[in-house]
């Protein structure tokens, strides 16, 4: 276990090739999928949003509330080296910090080994 930064989380690689309507098959990081999410988020509906994708938007608005409960943890995979879980709580978190919410009103990020 350990805690990591905004700035790592923004650079580090998840397992996601894949995402919302960017069907590039590269591995995402966490900075690349916020930057889909916010070019998708105009067209994603409900009943387009196979992968339940919206919730970050309820992530978001818990955190910036300041109603999270504890750190947010994210699986880090120890033998790929990318991050499987996580990764819409991970997604809000950078959306918050880039809104203008100083990072010490938000929970710890924190990587948990698998």
Request: with cysteine.
């Amino acid at each position: 276990m350990q805690v990591i930064t905004y700035k790592a989380l923004a650079s580090h690689k998840t397992w996601i090739t894949d995402f919302i309507f960017d069907k590039s098959k590269n591995e995402k990081t966490f900075g690349e999928l916020k930057i889909i999410f916010e070019k998708c988020l105009g067209r994603l509906t409900p009943e387009n949003d196979k992968s339940n994708d919206l919730r970050i938007l309820k992530l978001q608005k818990k955190m910036a509330d300041g109603k999270w409960t504890g750190t947010i943890d994210l699986e880090l995979n120890k033998y790929s080296g990318l991050i499987e879980e996580g990764i819409h709580r991970g997604v809000a978190y950078l959306r918050c910090v880039e809104s203008g919410i100083n990072v010490d009103k938000l929970p710890n990020l924190r990587l948990l080994d698998r």
